[in-house]
């Protein structure tokens, strides 16, 4: 939840959209409707194609014997789409040279792959590019492992 000018938002995909039209500087949707589709394609994938099927509550559902292998396989087949998608549409970010909303939903999604112990090694564009995300000073502050709830032994 966010609270803006007394407002509550709600979902991280409208709340980078509110911000974006909102404030407007730095902008996370391309000007260029192909790549602000793109981008909002690439944060789909992530955002309604991966991330609600590792979930906890939807990985309590699936039984302790097949969550591990339930959660490898969706984010695996989640980031195969994506690095499809980014064959298209990257550069030096995930929609060519400017940051968008499909960076800011990539780097959570592979937090999320590596606690799973996915391999990232195949991908060609999407190691490349996290490296890049993770060289900027708003994505190490947005870091998991930077945030004050995170427990003493992960903290980086």
Known sequence: VLLID?????????????????????????????????????????????????????????????????ARHYIKTGLDAVEKALEESAEQFCVGNQLSIADCCLIPQLYHARRWKIDLTKYLLIPSIEERLNSIDAFKVAHPNQQPDCPEKEKA
């Open 6 to 70: 007394g407002k509550r938002l709600t979902q991280s995909l409208p709340i980078i959209e509110y911000l974006d039209e909102t404030y407007k500087m730095p902008r996370l949707l391309p000007d260029n409707p192909y790549q602000r589709y793109q981008a909002r394609m690439i944060s789909e994938i992530i955002a309604s194609g991966i991330q609600p099927i590792q979930n906890i509550s939807v990985l309590r559902r699936v039984g302790e014997d097949k969550k591990v292998e339930w």
